[in-house]
């Protein structure tokens, strides 16, 4: 540098935009969803990128084979870890986290969107026919998740699932992010519900606090109303919410 230059300092920190890679041997099943409303929008705006990759680009030899017949017998074909390692390796950072979606994965939850999303780099492995190869889960993947207590044809619908949930929580994404405190699960409690016109709607009314511009009534309504809907419907978010899970504890399967 020329002595007489004057030292600029150096730009601040500027972490890149989310980024989630999600690795299946069906991205097409992937591409309607994710160009669409929020996350469209998202991604338009620089905030999220969203890679598709197809797992058989990392197929063995000429036919791009990706799986194989299970050792020690049984049904289906189990995908198999050296494509998926390939897979895995032409997508990670030194700051990715890798989730491997399957039914015995740590259940996905908000307050694990919220940890996710402290990542600048997820990448989602969707395994599909009868099983990923055991070795995948054991020593590839920093976790497994589930998006619930059922099995579904393959990972897809959970890496999308995943994606949307974090993906709203990276700052900007939601023009307003007060709707982030106000929403259900955060707190943990249900959300008051919510109205607009017509104020009559065949013999029901909006209720009338929601009317008088009171905000003060309103906030006080919507505690109570966010408490008796939650006390009805999902008692079970009232007792003491768990720690939060840590990556560490995703690690489920052997
Ligand atoms: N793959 C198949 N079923 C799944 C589930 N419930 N969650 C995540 N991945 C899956």
Known sequence: ?????????????????????????????????????????????????????NIRAHGIGRHRVVDDTPYGGGSGMVMRVDVVEAAIAAVRRP??????????GERFSQSIAVRLAAHRHLVLVCGH????D????AHLVDGCMSIGDYVLTGGELAALVITD??????PGVLGNAHSLDEESFTRPRLEAPVYTRPQRWREHEVPEVL?????AQIAKWREQASLELTRALRPDLLDAPPAPPSVDNMRQMP
Do not use: K
């Open 1 to 53: 540098m020329d002595a007489n230059e004057p030292e600029v300092a150096a730009p601040p920190h500027v972490p890149g935009p989310f980024r989630v890679d999600i690795l299946t041997l069906f991205p097409e099943m992937c591409e309607g969803t994710l160009g669409h409303s929020i996350l469209g929008r998202a991604q338009r705006a620089g905030l999220v990128e969203v890679g598709l990759h």
């Open 95 to 104: 700051d990715s986290l890798v989730l491997l979606m399957a039914p015995a």
């Open 129 to 132: 026919y009868e099983g990923v």
């Open 134 to 137: 055991g070795r995948v889960a």
């Open 165 to 170: 949930a974090v993906a709203r929580l990276v």
């Open 211 to 215: 009317r008088g511009g009171n905000h």
